[in-house]
């Protein structure tokens, strides 16, 4: 089975503070994402890499940055946090040539 | 994305088969129809896609209808676990280099009783 582990189920973090979310898959994935989710929001996008190195944005890339060293690790970076990214983060791996996306089971992170 | 329209929430007996309707009136020929459902508190987890043909796995059934506006998922012997957010999505072809991710709408929330 694929599986996408994220690194912490939950996180409290201060205002002001760096904070890491790191994700890894193991089945070799070129692709992974990293969304947030909120109530009546639905998932949206943060960023995207479809390779070592390549990142790409999403739909609210604002306040966050990625990187992505190693195939299997793609980690989500909020340099500042914020209240209002206190929210789910996911992370997810494709596979290539279907839009099957296999995701971790979730970060609840709560900034305060 | 293609739009999709399901139910807001549906409830089923324990051990029934639950069928989850899907609109997706606007599909083009070369788009699938996947489905996912999350648990709360968990990720998404995928369950099924097809084209046109119906398609079974270990998990549900999908049947298409034959002018692929319409789908149900069926989930043959539903149990307590099968609790979940349940979510139709209709994504452009497989387009792995670009950066659209998956849009999940709300969904169907189905409730299992026992």
């Known amino acids: 089975d694929v599986k996408v582990t994220q690194s912490s189920r939950y996180l409290v973090k201060r205002t002001g503070e760096k904070v890491f979310l790191e994700c890894v898959q193991d089945m070799d994935h070129e692709n992974m994402f990293w969304y947030r989710q909120d109530p009546g929001l639905g998932l949206r996008l943060i960023y995207f890499s479809y390779d070592v190195k390549m990142k790409e944005k999403g739909d609210i890339p604002e306040g966050y940055s990625v990187s992505r060293e190693k195939k299997e690790r793609f980690s989500l970076i909020l340099e500042s946090a914020s209240t209002n990214q206190t929210s789910m983060y996911l992370c997810?791996?494709?596979?290539?040539?279907?839009?099957?996306?296999?995701f971790g089971a979730g970060t609840r992170l709560s900034v305060l | 994305d293609a739009k999709t329209t399901q139910p807001t929430s549906m409830d089923c007996a324990e051990g029934r088969a639950a069928n989850l309707p899907c609109n997706h009136s606007t599909i083009s020929g070369n788009e699938y129809v996947y489905w996912y459902r999350q648990i709360h508190s968990q990720g998404p987890q995928y369950i099924i896609h097809?084209?046109?043909n119906n398609e079974t796995n270990e998990m549900a059934s999908l049947i298409i209808t034959e002018d692929r506006k319409s789908s149900t998922l069926i989930l043959p012997h539903a149990t307590l676990r099968d609790t979940a957010v349940y979510y139709c999505?209709?994504?452009?072809?497989?387009?792995?280099?670009?950066?659209?991710?998956?849009?999940f709408g709300k969904g169907t929330h189905l409730i299992i009783q026992p």
């Open positions: 097809g084209l046109k």
């Open positions: 999505i209709v994504p452009p072809p497989y387009s792995g280099g670009g950066a659209d991710g998956l849009t």
């Open positions: 997810a791996s494709i596979q290539m040539g279907t839009n099957i996306q296999y």
